[in-house]
């Protein structure tokens, strides 16, 4: 915005000039004395001129007289009254209040329109007051007085326009602050900015990583949700027509005590047991596992590994042949499931499996006649996997364990493995059973086998929706044995939990037609040995 100095009228000045005939001589001005390094400016004066002649058109246009200022005829004054925006002086020249300067040096390009008023013409001293819609988040103009103008306008406009771009965008702490400190406040802002892009970009990337795993997991899972994907070699579950309450021909069974506290016509009772025993309670352990109660002829026992300790055995053959030799003494068959502590954790694993296959692979039918009511499936390239059909409930049980993943390809394979063995005989028999128990060492908060979990529990969730479906596994650390319904939000899922290295190991009844599931790792043992149940 441009600034006009003042121009008289030429009316006015012929009547300037006839007053400066008729006056007398002026005496010749004095020497001016040097000036001062900074002169304060003059005091403002009114102008002496005559009066605007009365013929001058009357319309809307005409100025008003500010608020304050005499009525009647022009004065001949110009009178420059701040607040008041309108540009025509009473000598028909322009000027500005000082208030409008120093609002249009901040706001030269802001294009300002005037507010709209409800009624009528706004008063003048109310026009500055409605500049800002929100005085709170507005920027104002600060204060400047009559001297501090002057120095403005003497001031080159490159000088000015610098001072004002410094002011408008940064703090006068940070004007003021010497180079280097402005070098460091700038270095350690890229840097922080360059520390947030990485973590951003570290966030992103491990996101991707692990979509591409669940992707690559999925790819592991068996081809074929359908039936017909079955193995070669793969038995029939079909149970033979063994009358179900044929008692078995063999000792030890036939001393075993009759104790009968269910069901045994329509529930499936069996053992699970876990960890390594020690101390007393492997003292007597021989003498527990040759007490255990055959509940209906063929009530079975469980042990889902970690009985080897291999910092203490080294994996040594001697460690399998004694723990074949120790649960040789129980009265009821007994099915391993491996463990990471009998070949995975072992110094040399693969020698550590063959000793496992050699001593404990079908140890069920070593020391005890085969089943009479069921036949015992096993998986061709991974035999350690078996499985059975008995009175509805279909039990399977997998190579799945934890500890140190040495090769990334053989465990995605096992899983591969397991899930088509799962998916397979739930398949081939589902128009015989109504629950599936799934036995194996592994918990699923294990995140080496997340693998595994996130597609068998995609099937239980999304294709098993008909079955109750049972994952059975060995407890982490000190964890207490236990059942958890709905697990993962998944509605016709249940896990349970062994405590491992305590004695007794836990008794798991189903009875599908009554629509019961009962787990219990204390209070069975105690009125077994009390006589019964009361």
Not at 59 to 71: C, F, H, K, L, R
Not at 277 to 289: I, K, Q, S, T
Not at 372 to 384: F, L
Request: proline letters at 11%; glycine letters at 6%; hydrophobic letters at 35%.
């Amino acid at each position: 915005m441009s600034f006009s100095s003042f121009s008289t009228h030429p009316e006015d000045e012929k009547t300037l000039a006839e007053n400066a005939q008729s006056s007398p001589s002026i005496p010749p001005p004095s020497p001016p004395e040097p000036p001062s390094p900074n002169p304060p400016p003059p005091p403002p004066q009114l102008l002496n001129v005559p009066d605007l002649p009365s013929n001058q058109p009357d319309n809307d246009n005409a100025m008003d007289y500010p608020p304050g200022s005499p009525s009647g005829p022009l004065d001949g004054q110009s009178l420059i009254l701040m607040g008041d925006d309108n540009t025509i002086s009473s000598i028909n020249t322009d000027y500005h209040t000082l208030q409008m300067r120093a609002q249009d040096i901040e706001n030269h390009n802001d294009g300002y329109r005037e507010p709209e008023h409800p009624t009528g013409s706004p008063q003048k001293s109310q026009q500055y007051q409605s500049r800002s819609p929100n005085p709170e988040m507005a920027r104002l103009p600060q204060t400047v007085d009559m001297k501090t103008t002057s120095q403005n306008k003497e001031q080159p406009k490159q000088q000015r326009q610098q001072q004002d771009d410094e002011g408008s965008c940064l703090p006068q702490w940070l004007v003021d602050a010497p180079f280097w400190l402005k070098l460091v406040i700038v270095t350690s802002t890229a840097l922080l900015l360059g520390a947030m892009v990485l973590i951003g970009v570290a966030a992103s990337l491990e996101v991707q990583s692990r979509e591409n795993e669940a992707q690559n997991n999925a790819a592991v899972s068996p081809p074929s949700l359908a039936p017909g994907n079955f193995f070669p070699t793969q038995p029939d579950l079909e149970p033979t027509n063994i009358p179900l309450t044929a008692e078995p021909t063999s000792s030890p069974l036939e001393d075993m005590p009759p104790w009968q506290p269910y069901n045994t016509s329509t529930s499936v009772q069996f053992f699970v047991a876990g960890g390594r025993f020690a101390g007393d309670e492997l003292a007597n352990l021989p003498a527990e596992l040759s007490n255990l109660p055959n509940i209906d002829g063929n009530t079975v026992l469980f042990h889902l590994g970690d009985w080897n300790s291999p910092s203490l055995t080294r994996c040594e053959e001697s460690a399998y042949s004694d723990i074949a030799t120790l649960f040789a003494n129980s009265s009821l068959p007994v099915y391993f499931v491996v463990g990471d502590n009998e070949f995975n954790d072992c110094p040399d694993p693969r020698e550590a499996f063959e000793f496992w296959d050699q001593y404990l692979l079908d140890f069920e039918t070593r020391h005890w006649p085969a089943p009479s009511v069921w036949n015992i499936a096993r998986s061709e390239d991974y035999p350690e996997n078996f499985g059975y059909l008995h009175r509805n409930v279909l039990v399977l049980g997998i190579n799945l364990v934890g500890g140190v993943v040495h090769d990334n390809r053989e465990w995605e394979r096992r899983h591969a493995a397991n899930l088509e063995w799962i998916n397979t005989n739930y398949f081939e028999n589902e128009a015989r059973f109504d629950t599936m128990v799934v036995l194996a060492h592994a918990d699923p908060e294990i995140l080496a086998n997340e693998s595994f979990f996130l597609s068998f529990f995609r099937l239980v969730r999304d294709v098993y929706t008909e079955k109750q479906v049972v994952f059975i596994h060995r407890n982490l650390g000190s964890d207490a044995w236990g059942l958890e319904t709905g697990y993962d939000g998944i509605p016709n899922l249940m896990v349970a939990v062994v405590e491992g290295t305590v004695w007794p190991p836990m008794l798991v009844t189903i009875d599908t037609t009554a629509g019961i599931l009962e787990i219990d790792q204390r209070q069975w043992y105690q009125e077994y040995k009390t006589g019964g149940l009361a």
